[in-house]
């Protein structure tokens, strides 16, 4: 009997925390009129911000990174990636949009020099609030290996957006 007790209070507790975690959905959208598919650095960077919410407790989704030529197809993969998040009962919504030199479609490998902009609008879900819509200019690092620079660069970038949800919601 006593096992049976201490199984339905652990599975009450992880219950209880998965209530409590904060939930993210993000889309990454590729600017670069010289691709037509999405890149490795781009993939990358996906990964790492999934990896990085996952491993910081957070309950963590997202819509398959895209290619987007336009402002119009930007509206449209926003607003079907958010009314995923809606029927989701995600607690925020962040739509990534990362900017691409020219020299991605030559270069092909996993480059942060490859990146010129990454811009991004966290929104409330439940309210419909922006919590920040932002941009910056993509610093490139010295380094021999570029993946580890779009790790970290991901990395750093997941940390802010962290910062934005525990701050402002």
Known sequence: MGKKNLLAAFVLFAATAASFAKSLSFQILQKNDSLNSVCESALAVEDEILNYFFENGCIVSNVPAAVSKSDAQDLKFYNDAYNEAVNGTVDQFC????YFTDDEKE????SLGNMKKISWKVVSVKTGN???DSSFEVKTRISQDE???VRDFASEFAMHIQKVINQKS
């Open 95 to 98: 739509l990534i949009k990362i």
């Open 147 to 149: 993946a580890a620079n």
């Open 130 to 132: 922006i919590l920040e």
């Open 107 to 110: 270069n092909g490998k996993i």
